[in-house]
T-cell receptor
């Protein structure tokens, strides 16, 4: 399977704990995106990388959130001191910038986070 | 305020029937509009992508239309199947990485 993969698929944690999610993009894709999606809503943009550079961060990405893409391949999203409001689906997407008009993003299956 | 509004919020139809989902947007500038299908607990999957100059695009039983003047788009599903049950999300892009998502329409197809 050469699609976007995410690990873990589900994570249950207690409030105050740290969690880390991993995303493996499609191999030739240079852009990688993180989104958060709550129930009944569309995804909300968090941040994106072009290769290893983090080019944009949403205001939703508080100082408890950090994302990395150290070698321009896989990425990690860490949430420190989790809060119940962090409970959501965290989606990763990747794309290849060969056409500046259309940047088709391919999404992974997501990581469902539940903070108790 | 969400710049992409979808209606209805949810819809129930019988298998074999057609349906049309609506998307109105105020996003500017406009680069392209996409419709995604998202099964429960899964990531979104692209159905169609349309640029400013395209009025309609089909993908099997899915046909999307775009009126860039009125800033409206629709997704028509023909001869619905049980597997069409999912959320359908309209996404308007202002340019590469700046995409605005609608909240989605939850479609349920019943036998």
């Amino acid at each position: 399977d050469t699609g976007v993969s995410q690990d873990p698929r589900h994570k249950i944690t207690k409030r105050g704990q740290n969690v880390t999610f991993r995303c493996d993009p499609i191999s030739e894709h240079n852009r990688l995106y993180w989104y958060r999606q709550t129930l009944g809503q569309g995804p909300e943009f968090l941040t994106y990388f072009q290769n290893e550079a983090q080019l944009e961060k949403s205001r939703l990405l508080s100082d408890r959130f950090s994302a990395e893409r150290p070698k321009g391949s896989f990425s990690t999203l860490e949430i420190q001191r989790t809060e119940q409001g962090d409970s959501a689906m965290y989606l990763c997407a990747s794309s290849r910038t060969i056409d500046t008009m259309i940047d088709e993003q391919f999404f992974g299956p997501g990581t469902r986070l539940t903070v108790l | 305020k969400n710049q992409v509004e979808q209606s209805p919020q949810s819809l129930i139809i019988l298998e074999g029937k057609n349906c049309t989902l609506q998307c109105n947007y105020t996003v500017s500038p406009f680069s392209n509009l996409r419709w995604y299908k998202q099964d429960t607990g899964r990531g979104p999957v692209s159905l169609t992508i349309m640029t400013f100059s395209e009025n309609t695009k089909s993908n099997g039983r899915y046909t999307a239309t775009l009126d860039a003047d009125t800033k409206q788009s629709s997704l028509h599903i023909t001869a619905s199947q049980l597997s069409d049950s999912a959320s359908y999300i309209c996404v308007v892009s202002r340019g590469n990485n700046d995409m605005r998502f609608g909240a989605g329409t939850r479609l349920t197809v019943k036998p």
